[in-house]
């Protein structure tokens, strides 16, 4: 493989790749490269989708490993721990935290939720390009109507501090979680305009409590709060 497509999650690279060919029609790849099963493809097979996507001038940084983040390695650690068979992640913008989640749970049935068509478009195409397991969703969390306890975990990393209505975004987490609901925010004020909310410890807390879930743990990571809320059956 080319040295210069060592540092991304290759199967996600040609997923994308292959799903906005079908899409659109560009890069143009040939039946057996569009439609294999990802993990049959050859070493060169795999360089050749690659390699037409780079060509097209496709965003392929956006998969590179961020497993070196320590939100990012807190998060997947604990995951590791529980082993979802399903995820809804909110908010999942570039896929920093989901490319590795779909990396490392190859068999866990992933929805994502985004309010920007962009970012679901991306998604999709990942899903459509060879990951069925991931469904991208154009949808709102604050009045989603999808079942009650629809997921083993829900989470909201690096959202909630965007979200007007917090309670009832958190309201909405919980219900939807069948046992966990895992929340990183940033720690400090700081000057982006889109962070409208600073949540602390006591804050979180006092949210939580209010949608009914009182089991949280708290931890801290450089720059972020990291939370996790067990469901109470």
């Known amino acids: 493989m080319s040295r210069q ?44 989708i690659l390699t037409a996507g780079q060509d097209a001038q496709l965003r392929l940084y956006r998969f590179k490993p961020h497993d070196d983040l320590p939100r990012v390695r807190m998060v997947m650690g604990f995951l590791k721990s529980v082993q979802p068979e399903s995820l809804l992640d909110i908010g999942s913008g570039r896929g920093v935290f989901l490319n590795e989640f779909l990396t490392v749970f190859p068999w866990a049935n992933v929805t994502s939720l985004d309010i920007l068509d962009h970012r679901v478009q991306a998604l999709a195409d990942i899903a459509a390009g060879g990951i069925p397991q991931l469904t991208a969703l154009h949808q709102d969390l604050c009045t989603w109507d999808a079942p009650d306890d629809s997921f083993d975990v829900v989470t909201l990393l690096e959202v909630l501090e965007h979200i007007e209505d917090v309670q009832q975004a958190i309201r909405s987490a919980v219900r939807l979680a069948r046992r966990f ?45 990291f939370m996790i809320a067990r469901i109470d059956s």
Do not use: M, W
């Not at 040609?14 to 990802?38: D, E, F």
């Not at 400090?188 to 949280?216: M, V, Y």
């Open 181 to 225: 609901v895992i929340v990183t925010v940033p720690s400090k004020a700081d000057d982006n305009p889109e962070h409208i909310h600073l949540l602390t410890k006591p804050i979180l807390t006092g949210l939580f409590h209010d949608a009914g879930c009182t089991s949280l743990t708290f931890s801290g990571v450089p720059g972020h709060l």
């Open 5 to 48: 497509f060592e540092n991304i999650h290759q199967a996600l690279a040609c997923a994308y790749i292959r799903g906005v060919s079908l899409r659109t029609g560009a890069p143009s790849l040939s039946s057996a490269l569009l439609h294999a099963p990802l993990d049959t493809l050859s070493e060169d097979e795999r360089l050749a």
